[in-house]
């Protein structure tokens, strides 16, 4: 993620998905119930290097999860709906969420990915046939 101002990013944001969720996406395009997508967020740190201006992860912020679940089987739980389970886990205490209700905490920045089941898929070359 880009500085807002001046060179380099702010953040770096690593994505992982759990085993045969991206075979099973390139298959068909579809993330398999049960699939877990994990963002783990740094804060960098830029400087100048010989290749340029460098910017390297510094500090672990936490993880953005999300857990496909197509039937939405946990009606009332604010943590799961629109066919996934949504929460943030911070770096100091990983053991339980600070999430409260995904509609607040995060679907509103993943509107812009609604059509592609909320997942921002042009971001990884990995889920391309
Ligand atoms: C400030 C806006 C914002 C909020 C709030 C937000 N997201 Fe995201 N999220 C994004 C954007 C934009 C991306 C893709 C680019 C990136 O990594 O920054 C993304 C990517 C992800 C990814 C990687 C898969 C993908 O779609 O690229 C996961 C997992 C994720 N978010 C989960 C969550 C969860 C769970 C919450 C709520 C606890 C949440 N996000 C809240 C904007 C947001």
């Known amino acids: 993620m880009a500085a807002d101002q001046g060179p ?10 759990s085993p045969g969720t991206a075979a099973a996406y390139r298959k068909n395009g579809r993330f398999i119930d049960g ?6 967020v ?14 390297h992860a510094q500090t672990l912020k936490g993880w953005f999860v999300l857990i496909k679940d197509s ?4 009606p009332g739980n604010k943590l799961w709906g629109n066919g ?15 999430s409260k209700d995904f ?10 990915a609604k059509a592609t089941d909320w997942i921002y898929v042009s971001g990884y070359p990995e889920l391309k046939k």
């Open 8 to 17: 380099g990013s702010k953040e770096i944001h690593l994505v992982y998905a």
């Open 35 to 40: 699939s877990v997508l994990v963002k783990e």
């Open 42 to 55: 740094f804060e960098t740190a830029t400087g100048s290097m010989t290749t340029g201006t460098v910017s």
């Open 71 to 74: 039937k939405n089987s946990h």
């Open 84 to 98: 996934w389970g949504w929460s943030w886990f911070d770096a100091a205490n990983p053991v339980k969420t600070t």
């Open 103 to 112: 509609r607040t905490d995060c679907l509103g920045c993943h509107i812009p």
